[in-house]
Nanobody, 120 residues
């Protein structure tokens, strides 16, 4: 069983940076970040392989966000730079026993999420 707990969300201004974290327990899997706003489907943000050698980003965040992990600390990170109001959402981390990818379907385990709000 994998447990995921996100932290680090908050209220920031346009152009600011923020790093959110996800503490995980259990086996080490490929992981990802997704985000969701009210009335919309949860959308893919970024993913990282089990060891961390491979990453993938949604076009809307590529060049601004960086996903990383420290398996020694059992922690997944998302560094978010040049934040925009459109980045406002609840950010969820997820773990996949089947390699991850950019679809919600590929992930078995989910955290409760952390709110990120970017003011204009």
């Amino acid at each position: 069983q994998v447990q995921l707990v996100e932290s680090g969300g908050g209220l920031v201004q346009t152009g600011d940076s923020l790093r959110i974290s996800c503490a995980y327990s259990g086996r080490t899997y490929a992981m990802g970040w997704f985000r969701q706003t009210p009335g919309k489907e949860r959308e893919f943000v970024a993913s990282i392989s089990r060891i961390g050698g491979s990453t993938y980003y949604a076009p809307s965040v590529k060049g601004r966000f960086t996903i990383s992990r420290d398996n020694a600390k059992n922690t997944l990170y998302l560094q978010m730079n040049s934040l925009e109001p459109e980045d406002t959402a609840v950010y969820h981390c997820a773990a996949s026993s089947s390699g991850g990818g950019n679809s919600r379907i590929g992930y078995n385990y989910w955290g409760q999420g952390t709110q990120v709000t970017v003011s204009a």
